[in-house]
């Protein structure tokens, strides 16, 4: 089992930068895909990347393309998502999650089994 910290959240203005973490603990770090996902007010959860074991692979929703970027150190049991141009709609909480690792790298947050508390990212307009 592997618990997650996620920490970076913020209110940012629209076009603005945030950088989110997510500390690992418990199991070997390298042994999970992780992922990133994000919930609004009122809305189903979302996938918004997602990274393989290795780093080698990753994932984006269309909507976030070309704005943020995932990593992650293994080293360092963290994974990452850079968010760039952020826009109002971006506002939501965003959660951490992992899951063993595959052969194929999984978008959907249905198929996270390890899951974080979340932080709150606000973007303002």
């Known amino acids: 089992q592997v618990q997650l910290a996620e920490s970076g959240g913020g209110l940012v203005q629209a076009g603005g930068s945030l950088r989110l973490s997510c500390a690992a603990s418990?199991?070997?770090?390298?042994?999970?895909?992780m992922g990133w996902f994000r919930q609004a007010p009122g809305k189903e959860r979302e996938s918004v990347a997602v990274?393989?074991?290795?780093?080698?692979?990753?994932l984006y929703a269309d909507s976030v393309k070309e704005r943020f970027t995932i990593s992650r150190d293994n080293a360092k049991n963290t994974v990452f998502l850079q968010m760039n141009s952020l826009k109002p709609e971006d506002t939501a909480v965003y959660y951490c999650?992992?899951?063993?690792?595959?052969?194929?790298?999984?978008?959907?947050?249905?198929?996270?089994?390890?899951w974080g508390q979340g932080t709150q990212v606000a973007v303002s307009s």
């Open positions: 990274i393989s074991w290795s780093g080698s692979s990753t």
């Open positions: 999650a992992a899951t063993v690792r595959n052969k194929v790298l999984a978008l959907p947050w249905s198929q996270y089994t390890y």
């Open positions: 418990g199991r070997t770090f390298s042994a999970y895909d």
